[in-house]
């Protein structure tokens, strides 16, 4: 991968990615998971293709079911602990990273808003972005 897209990784720089595609989705989440995981109302991630991505370090995995059965991994530096990014069983073909661990953050632009369901009233999100309430429905790219 000569010139990545995206590149990003952790706080201490223990893990590290390299994405040579552009993102195929953006967006917060207010689900409670990633609010603990976070810290905060919501986290805001990016979907990429699985194989345009070049990752080094090793992360510290947990798995845990989501509302949909599906298993979600949530990986992190087991030096920082800063969360780096996700996996979803149902959605295999996908790596979803964590936005502020991009190399230049300012990069993001959210397309929508999940599991707003779990929203809080001190949580402001852009009023403009489309919201669901659960998970959408997301297909794998033919």
Known sequence: MSSPSYSGGCNCGAIRYEIAAEPVMAGHCQCRDCQRASGAG???HMAFPKAAVKLTGKATHWDK???SGNIVTRAFCPISGSPVYSLDSGMAHL???RAVSLDD????QPQMAVYTASGFAWDHLDPALPRFAKMPAMSRPQ
């Open 95 to 97: 790596f979803l990273i």
């Open 65 to 67: 079911p989501a509302d």
């Open 105 to 108: 953050p300012g990069r993001f």
């Open 42 to 44: 919501h986290a805001s």
